[in-house]
């Protein structure tokens, strides 16, 4: 039979010599008065012009510079969720400064550790961003913002497989690893324009999320940058419930968050009136049909979704271009070469096994920062394991069935939660589904299902609905209702929280 693998071109390489900041701003000399941001408040709209922005920039790349940093230093971002942010994110890329933005809600205590083990040159500090004491050069933001009036730097170019910057991700054993990446990496990201966004110059995309997480850096506002279209994004502190109406106020044509956020979008309302909107995109978690039909219901549109990780930027995805097919993540990019791997290589077409990407895909990281076993452990032959499980039909069309730590193992058979969730949530009138296993005495694990509703459901009835709709390994064999489900700081639901709370609620009973 065929073997999952994508049979797609490779990608033309990426020009030398090279910069990222200088091609997120290629189109900036030639629309210098067009907009490229505008930062939408309920009551006024900060403006930024491709002319300005490019301007500020250079500036902070000038000022970083004679503050005293040098190509090649690390310079760690504790920043709040402002337009502060993608500047001096940029303005030290543009010199050959390797920034490592963070999330500002990490605490004082996670972020001691990413001190020591980066040893940066420098530290961006916003008030009232959590950040240990440090003997090292601190840059406030009234000085960062001095700097953008600064003459122009000129762009640090240079092989695009160096060090550009630096993100944190989330640990396999729980402690956060140091993703290195390449200038190339924004190159890679050429491969979503049109096989994930449909993007081109005349969009206005807004991004749900913060200035500071990587999906909006990415998709929110270097994307549309580098198209030379205007990105959206909603002042910090803006309520979700404001969304739709900033949406269709500003006609933002294409919008993109997480599944959650979706979901909080569509608990309130039934009907959206967004009549420029194109098109959505949703990635960070798997996007469930229910949710997908419910936006189309709602708007008239589509959501596009897209699968990728710190370790390399997207590289399946749904695209407007292509019909959807339910359940699936869409497929590989073209120019992408990716394969569907088991302990003795490819499988075949419909067998599960790990989604991985070819180890020379321009958008997969440098390594691990320090941990070159680390990095290798992620490797079989030629290919990058992504951690994450699915199959690949005989159309190319990959389908996603949870994180290989997330598997469940019921009785033997290997379940994945995803399907049992995705099987709960079309049960008349639930809200979010999690389901996981949980060990109730020694090396007896059962599958719990945890979920949220307006009004309590039956577990018989509950039963009885999985019983028509799941095989009997599959099946919870408790249904526990939940005034919230947990999630961590980007509304991704957090599985491994919900033995915690099984625990503690057997224990009151």
Same mark, same amino acid.
């Given at each position: 039979?065929?073997?999952?693998?994508?049979?797609?071109? *490779? #990608?033309?390489?990426?020009?030398?010599?090279?910069?990222?900041?200088?091609? $997120?701003?290629? %189109?900036?000399?030639?629309?210098?008065?067009?907009?490229?941001?505008?930062?939408?408040? /309920?009551?006024?709209?900060?403006?930024?012009?491709?002319?300005?922005?490019?301007?500020?920039?250079?500036?902070?790349?000038?000022?970083?510079?004679?503050?005293?940093?040098?190509?090649?230093?690390?310079?760690?971002?504790?920043?709040?969720?402002?337009?502060?942010?993608?500047?001096?994110?940029?303005?030290?890329?543009?010199?050959?400064?390797? &920034?490592?933005?963070?999330?500002?809600?990490?605490?004082?205590?996670?972020?001691? *550790?990413?001190?020591?083990?980066? /040893?940066? %040159?420098? $530290?961006?500090?916003?008030?009232?961003?959590?950040?240990?004491?440090?003997?090292?050069?601190?840059?406030?933001?009234?000085?960062?913002?001095?700097?953008?009036?600064?003459? *122009?730097?000129?762009?640090?170019?240079?092989?695009?497989?160096?060090?550009?910057?630096?993100?944190?991700?989330?640990?396999?054993?729980?402690? &956060?690893?140091?993703?290195?990446?390449?200038?190339?990496?924004?190159?890679?990201? !050429?491969?979503?324009?049109?096989?994930?966004?449909?993007?081109?110059?005349?969009?206005?995309?807004?991004?749900?999320?913060?200035?500071?997480?990587?999906?909006?850096?990415?998709?929110?506002?270097?994307?549309?940058?580098?198209?030379?279209?205007?990105?959206?994004?909603?002042?910090?502190?803006?309520?979700?419930?404001?969304? *739709?109406?900033?949406?269709?106020?500003?006609?933002?044509?294409? #919008?993109?968050?997480?599944?959650?956020?979706?979901?909080?979008?569509?608990?309130?309302?039934?009907?959206?009136?967004? &009549?420029?909107?194109?098109?959505?995109?949703?990635?960070?978690?798997?996007?469930?049909?229910?949710?997908?039909?419910?936006?189309?219901?709602?708007?008239?549109?589509?959501?596009?979704?897209?699968?990728?990780?710190?370790?390399?930027?997207?590289?399946?995805?749904?695209? &407007?271009?292509?019909?959807? $097919?339910?359940?699936?993540?869409?497929?590989?990019?073209?120019?992408?070469?990716?394969?569907?791997?088991?302990?003795?290589?490819? $499988?075949?077409?419909?067998?599960?096994?790990?989604?991985?990407?070819?180890?020379?895909?321009?958008?997969?990281?440098?390594?691990?920062?320090?941990?070159?076993?680390?990095?290798?452990?992620?490797?079989?032959?030629?290919?990058?394991?992504?951690?994450?499980?699915?199959?690949?039909?005989?159309?190319?069309?990959?389908?996603?069935?949870?994180?290989?730590?997330?598997?469940?193992?019921?009785?033997?058979?290997?379940?994945?939660?995803?399907?049992?969730?995705?099987?709960?949530?079309?049960?008349?009138?639930?809200?979010?589904? +999690?389901?996981?296993?949980?060990?109730?005495?020694?090396?007896?694990?059962?599958?719990?299902?945890?979920?949220?509703?307006?009004?309590?459901?039956?577990?018989?009835?509950? +039963?009885?609905?999985?019983?028509?709709?799941?095989?009997?390994?599959?099946?919870?064999?408790?249904?526990?209702?939940?005034?919230?489900?947990?999630?961590?700081?980007?509304?991704?639901?957090? !599985?491994?929280?919900? !033995?915690?709370?099984?625990? +503690?609620?057997?224990?009151?009973?």
């Amino acid at each position: 039979g065929m073997l999952s693998v994508s049979q797609s071109e *490779p #990608f033309a390489s990426c020009p030398a010599p090279f910069n990222l900041a200088a091609y $997120v701003l290629g %189109k900036a000399d030639a629309q210098q008065h067009k907009i490229a941001l505008e930062v939408l408040g /309920s009551a006024e709209t900060e403006e930024w012009s491709y002319g300005n922005l490019k301007a500020a920039v250079l500036g902070t790349g000038t000022g970083l510079l004679q503050a005293g940093l040098t190509p090649g230093d690390l310079l760690l971002m504790r920043l709040g969720n402002s337009v502060d942010f993608p500047i001096a994110y940029l303005g030290a890329i543009s010199v050959g400064i390797i &920034p490592v933005p963070t999330s500002s809600q990490l605490t004082e205590a996670e972020v001691a *550790p990413m001190l020591d083990e980066l /040893s940066p %040159k420098a $530290v961006l500090r916003a008030n009232g961003v959590a950040c240990p004491d440090s003997a090292r050069l601190v840059i406030d933001v009234p000085r960062l913002r001095e700097m953008r009036d600064l003459p *122009p730097a000129a762009f640090n170019m240079g092989d695009p497989n160096r060090l550009g910057y630096i993100v944190y991700t989330s640990g396999t054993a729980g402690k &956060p690893r140091a993703v290195m990446h390449a200038h190339r990496a924004i190159w890679a990201r !050429r491969l979503m324009m049109k096989d994930w966004y449909g993007l081109t110059k005349n969009d206005r995309l807004m991004h749900a999320g913060a200035f500071n997480w990587t999906y909006t850096l990415g998709t929110g506002l270097m994307d549309p940058w580098t198209m030379g279209a205007t990105a959206l994004i909603a002042e910090d502190g803006t309520d979700l419930e404001e969304l *739709p109406l900033l949406l269709e106020r500003h006609g933002a044509t294409i #919008f993109a968050a997480a599944p959650g956020v979706y979901r909080k979008l569509l608990s309130s309302k039934s009907q959206l009136t967004l &009549p420029e909107l194109r098109h959505g995109l949703a990635a960070g978690e798997k996007l469930s049909e229910n949710l997908r039909r419910c936006w189309q219901d709602a708007t008239g549109t589509q959501v596009h979704e897209a699968f990728g990780m710190s370790e390399c930027s997207t590289f399946i995805s749904a695209s &407007p271009d292509a019909p959807a $097919v339910p359940e699936s993540l869409g497929r590989a990019q073209a120019g992408r070469q990716l394969c569907i791997i088991g302990k003795d290589g490819p $499988v075949d077409r419909g067998q599960l096994g790990t989604i991985a990407v070819h180890r020379d895909d321009p958008g997969l990281m440098l390594g691990y920062l320090n941990a070159e076993a680390e990095t290798q452990a992620r490797f079989q032959g030629e290919w990058f394991l992504s951690g994450d499980q699915g199959r690949m039909d005989a159309d190319g069309n990959i389908f996603f069935l949870g994180r290989s730590d997330d598997m469940m193992n019921a009785g033997g058979y290997r379940v994945s939660p995803l399907e049992v969730e995705a099987a709960l949530s079309k049960f008349p009138g639930i809200g979010q589904v +999690a389901v996981t296993d949980i060990e109730v005495k020694a090396d007896a694990r059962v599958i719990m299902a945890f979920y949220t509703a307006q009004s309590p459901i039956s577990e018989e009835a509950l +039963a009885a609905f999985t019983y028509e709709n799941l095989a009997g390994y599959k099946r919870p064999r408790r249904y526990i209702r939940l005034d919230t489900l947990p999630t961590g700081p980007n509304g991704k639901l957090l !599985r491994r929280a919900l !033995r915690p709370i099984y625990e +503690a609620l057997n224990g009151q009973t």
